[in-house]
């Protein structure tokens, strides 16, 4: 299988009262954890060490490597740890345990991946690329934030 033949469905996942599990403390996980606080506070980071960054995040921190165990009772998870094979093994744990998983930049390992995200409100609009070009999202989502900025597009 090829990139270009992987297929995400664009959807918004109600996450109320669910539990979501990061694991990972360094520079990706910082990026992706600091996206996520923008919609959820009920996060779990589970990491040897953090950086400064995520710890200012308003997230349960717990200082350690991954378990298996660890993934109990979680609706979703996101890994980024920086070390392919333990992302593997996470990933085969997660899925072992029907729980959706993304591993960062790594996207025949995901079930779901983040689009890029513009919120104002009750608004979020997302710009993906079924996860072909990271950068060309951003680029769009930012050309629309731009638009909104400047008024071209209204959101009441």
């Known amino acids: 299988m090829n990139r270009e033949d992987l297929q995400f469905l664009p959807i918004s996942i109600n ?3 669910k539990k ?19 919609f959820v506070n009920q996060v779990t980071v589970i990491a040897p060490e953090f950086t ?3 710890k200012q995040l308003p997230f349960t921190f717990i200082e ?6 660890d993934l109990e009772g979680f609706f979703l998870v996101y890994v980024c740890t920086g070390n392919q094979e333990l992302n593997h093994q996470i990933k085969e744990d997660s899925e ?3 729980i959706l998983t993304s591993v960062c930049d790594a996207p025949f390992l ?18 993906g690329s079924n996860a072909q070009n990271v950068y060309q999202s951003v680029d769009i989502r ?10 071209q597009i209204h959101i009441q």
């Open 142 to 151: 930012n050309q629309i934030k731009e638009l909104i900025e400047n008024g």
């Open 64 to 69: 350690k490597e991954y378990e298996k165990r």
């Open 15 to 17: 996450v109320t009262n």
């Open 52 to 54: 400064e960054e995520i």
């Open 20 to 38: 979501i599990l990061l694991i990972g403390g360094g520079k990706v996980a910082t990026h992706k954890g600091t996206i996520m606080a923008r």
């Open 96 to 98: 072992a345990l029907g």
């Open 110 to 127: 995901c079930d779901f991946v983040s689009p890029a995200v513009h919120k104002e409100g009750n608004i979020t609009i997302a710009v």
